[in-house]
């Protein structure tokens, strides 16, 4: 976190300056500890499969066991805990655009040490990089795809609506590496409007065209030091809708992100389906103010909706009766 303030630092005060990221973050999680990637390579030396999380990638076990951090089940993954020395050269063009101005954001994954060597990504969820931009007071989002270019930078065209910071995260996973998260930062030029202000959570999102999502958190608030399972319904002009009768939208029936206003830490959630509805897991690390954004395709167009969540310590006392609902959840 202390780097990527840094470079944030560095980012306004040289904002015309092409900044490389030095900061690696697997998927945005702590890194793997030297311990943990030693255990790791001992077990792959002793020709056992690796299982890691699809989400968390520095989360390793044997075959059955679940990702204490998302509670999904560990994936065979040869690929896994082999750290990334990767990360984005990133520039602006024009560096400090002004609102509303069209700019060409450029990015070229970069290997430490080996400025000339390219480096080829692999294609998750349809695309080579997914791109998240958010306002600093995350009141506004954008999900974008950077092309390849015959240099081997990706580019992509964007329009920032205010003034102020911007927190981007290339969101890719260099081949025969872990999934990498870069966070990335462009300033607007002009007078910052206030930053938006927010109070309770708000837990259904409407999308247009008569499309709203519910989030429902298992027993029934968002708490930090243990796997959260979310619910989301999709309603459209009042009625639910079975979600697999949704389009693939990158390969998936729903994706969302969701991100905290204080650090801006940067949490994909991976939407699996269950009965219909969106069983959404992620774990939070530190209690405050989280945004959220679900986006899912129909008749050929995207949906977004978005949430407020706040998220309180897990402690002992309330995390007690969290257990309970998930003990008479399992009963079932
Ligand atoms: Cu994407």
Redesign the pocket.
């Known amino acids: 976190m202390k780097k990527e303030f840094k470079i944030s630092m560095a980012v306004m005060a040289l904002a015309t300056v092409t900044i490389f990221s030095a900061c690696n973050n697997s998927g945005g999680e702590a890194k793997t500890s030297d311990k943990d990637s030693s255990k790791m390579e001992m077990t792959h030396e002793g020709g056992d499969h690796i299982y890691a999380c699809p989400m968390h990638p520095e989360v390793t076990g044997k075959e059955g066991d679940t990702c204490p951090k998302c509670g999904m089940k560990l994936e065979h993954n040869d690929n896994a805990g082999a750290p990334s020395n990767v990360s984005m050269q990133f520039t602006s063009n024009p560096a400090t655009p002004k609102p509303g101005e069209e700019v060409t954001l450029s990015m070229t994954p970069k290997i430490k040490d080996k400025p000339t060597e390219q480096v080829p990504l692999d294609v998750e ?1 349809t ?1 080579k990089i ?3 931009v958010v306002s600093d007071d995350l009141s506004w989002f954008d ?3 950077p092309e390849l270019n015959a240099d081997g930078s990706y580019s992509v065209k964007e329009k920032f609506p205010a003034p102020g910071k911007y927190t981007l995260f290339a ?1 890719y996973k260099p081949s025969g590496a872990n999934h990498t998260v870069d966070y990335l930062n462009v300033t607007v030029a002009g007078t910052v409007p206030a930053a938006k202000v927010y109070g309770a959570d708000k837990l259904t999102g409407t999308a247009g065209d008569g499309f709203s999502v519910s989030l429902t958190p298992e027993g029934g608030k968002f708490l930090t030091n243990m796997a959260m399972h979310i619910n989301g319904v999709v309603m459209l002009n009042g009625k639910e809708v079975d979600v697999t009768t949704l389009e693939d939208y ?1 390969g998936a029936k729903a ?1 969302m992100v969701v991100v905290s206003l204080a650090d801006k830490k940067y949490l994909h959630v991976h939407p699996s389906v269950e009965g219909g509805k969106f069983d959404l897991h992620t774990t939070f690390e530190k209690p405050g103010v989280y945004r959220g954004w679900i986006q899912f395709q129909s008749k050929g167009k995207v949906y977004t909706s978005d949430f407020v969540m706040n998220v309180a310590e897990g402690n002992a006392d309330n995390m007690k009766g969290m257990d309970m609902k998930k003990d008479e959840h399992a009963e079932h």
């Open positions: 969820h695309k997914h791109l998240i999900h974008i795809h969101d990158l994706h």
